[in-house]
Structure formats: C-alpha cells, structure tokens
DNA sequence: ACAAGAGTGGACTATAGAGTCCAGTAAGAT
DNA sequence: ATCTTACTGGACTCTATAGTCCACTCTTGT
C-alpha cells in the first residue's frame, strides 16, 4: 500500500512519511523557541538527525518547510482547541478555558506568545501562501468560539440577538493581544487581564 | 532611560547625529515592511545612502541598529498617541481614536500591523534588551489610556471604582489583537471589531 | 593655528547558511 | 526476481551578509 504525498504526485512510503514528521516536527519546536529566521536548516537536520539531500528530498526549500511547520502547528492548536471548546456551553466553561490558556502560558511567564500567533507575524508579510494558511486557521479556531457563543445563545446565556460571530472575533483579539503583551513583558498577567475583559463583556451581554 | 549608543561618552558632532538618524529611519521603515530578519544592512546602506564604516561607527552591529529602530518607532507611536489622546475625556473622543487607527490601518488592508507589535514579536525573545525598551514603550501608551479613563471617571462616564488600569490593559490587549488578525488576514475588519467589543464593554461599566 | 578625535568612503575578509550533486540503499510494483 | 523509484548520507559549491580595516576628511576645543 502506498500512502500519497499531499504535496504533489509522487508517492510517499511509510519510512519516508515518518523522516518527513520528523523534520517538521523538529522545525517547529526550534521555530518556536528561536523565531522562524533565528532558525537555520542546519539547526534543524542536528535536531531531528536527518541528513541535507533528506530534506531537500522532502521539501523545496526553507520556505516549503515553513508552511509544512504552520500546517503542523494549526493542526496542534486546532486540536487542542476542539478538545477544550468542543463540548463547552456554559459561560463558566468559557472561564475554565480561560485559566487552562493562562495556566499553561504562564509556565513559560509569558515566553514565545501563541504558537499560531508567532508565526502569523513572522510570515504573514514575507509569505502569502502562508499568510492565507494562517488566516484560514485562525478562521477555524474562530468558528469554535462562534460554536461555543452559539450553544450559550441557545441555552438563554446570551440574548437570541447576540451576533457570535463578532463576540468570537473579539474574544480572539483579546486572547491574541493578550499573548503578545504577556510574551513582552515577560508576565502572564496582560494576557489573563485582556481575557477577563473579553469575558466579563460576555457576562455583561448576558446579563443586559 | 535610552537603549541607543548615543551616550556612550563619545562625542556627536550634528553632523554625526544626522547621518546616524538617517540610518536609523531607513532601518525603522525597511523593517517595517521587510522584517527585521528580512532586512539587511547593506539594505539599510542603499537606503539611507550611507558607507559601512559609518553604520559601525554608529552602532555596534545588527542588534545595537534594532534597538535604536525600537526606541525611534517608540518615540513615533508614542507622539502620535500623545496627540491623539492626550485631550480625549470622553467616550466619543475614545471611538474617534478608535475610528483613526482603523482607518489609518485600512489604507494598507492591515498589512505590517502595528509598527510596535510587530517589533515586539520579532524581538521579544531574541534580545532581552529591546524586549524590555518595547515593554516600557507598551507601558507608557497603556499609560495615555489609563489616563483617558481616569478623566472619564472623573467625569461621571466610568463609575467611581472602575478599574482604569485593567480596563487599558484590555484596550491594548485589543488593539495588539486586532493589528494582527488584520495583518494575517489582510483585512482590517477584525481589528475594527476587537477594538468595538472592547469599547463596548467600556460603554457597559458606564451605563451599569 | 593645530592637535585630537569624530566622521567618512569603500574595498576587503570571513563565514554562516542555503541549496546541489552523486553514489549508494531500502522498498514497493509486476 | 528484478526493475523502478523512493529514500538516505554527506561532501561540496555558492553567495548573501555580517563584520574589519585603513586611509582620508571634517569639526571642535584650546
């Protein structure tokens, strides 16, 4: 059985697929920690022990690899969101998401911002292709709020004239700006204040 | 307190202080557009009209160049906002500063976001230094908008124990948002609704 | 006036980093 | 069984870019 390269028409087999995650996989924990300039190719073969023709093999160039790294990282965040966000309906639900985001952000006091964040602003000029990618992603993350917000409309936690749409939107910027203070100063705080205030609009909504 | 060189105990002739302030805005509106890690010095050369040797007399290197491109684009921003809200006491004059950044940034669909923002995710975690000029610079606009609020309290539109300083956080927290959902989705809608929600909550506390 | 040091010009070096090549090995198709 | 193609290893090239050097010219203080 021959697994197929998403890519483009060559075939992909089970060992090759798994060099290929590797990298990848290698690419955005460095990209994270170190920017996605401040990463070179080399950093990323002595970190996933692979060799140069290998990842010339798999992709083009850097900035092939780059977009497979956004694609990754979407796919991390995405899934880590279904799962938080997936069966919350309740606006204390809301706030336990809160505190999971600002827990696990303040582990680091605030370093390296948002995974998805970090690289929007390092590619979105430089790399349309991916700035579409990201634009998409963020999109998707969205539409789980907007989920959420419609579930707490339908259970009468938000006025029936309550535009989701928008309140995702503004709930996303607070968290996004949040990430990017916090990962300023080097503080969690910013970032957990801006989603309180995102929330408590919320709560204002709610209650109005 | 200056990250620049300007004060290192040499002497600077007015002739020096010009060449350096041109290598400086050419660097500042070069990365702006390019990114400071897709901005070279010899871009900065071209740009500015300047040899090598005067870059190094003026700077130590690349890092040195960037700080020196932090405090000048703190400096812009920071007239600009002085200007903008320096007077502002009420709600209305807080949503035509609102309506200016929007439009401002609707000239370039959002692209380059907001020139600090950016400049704080490119550098936040490559150089302490420059990190904590733009979390000081961050501070002093949050300051101009804790300012507002205050004379807003003062003035009956925010009940007496509003918390001005949290209430800015969150306004900056939207604003950062909102410059990078604009940039990554070269659109400059989302900026305006992450800046509406969290004026709106602004509204909420005032008629609550 | 003139010494000292700020400022300038641009050729030069060093090297990090992207990208190439080719010889060889593993693995799927028939 | 063997043919084809995916895959691997690593040495190699090339160039963009940071950074050096030195000879020269202004500016300023005394």
Redesign the interface.
Known sequence: MTISDSQDGRRLTARGARTRARIVAAAADLMY??????TTLDDVLAASGVSKSQLYHHFEGKDALVRAVVDLVGERVLDRERDALGRVSTLRGLRRWRDALVRNNALRHG???CAL??L???V???DDLA?KA??NL?TEWQELLTDVLRRLRDAGELPPDASVE??A??L??????????A????DVT??A??L???L??LE??SA?
Not at 172 to 181: F, K, N, P
Not at 183 to 186: E, F, V, W
């Open positions: 920690v170190q920017g996605v300039g401040g370093a390296y911002g964040g970090a929007a602003s390092a979105a000029d430089q700035r990201l634009a963020f928008r309140l939107t503004g996303m910027g607070a968290l996004q700006g949040g990430y990017l203070l990962q300023t100063a080097h910013p970032m204040t801006s309180d205030m995102a408590a609009y204002s909504v109005g």
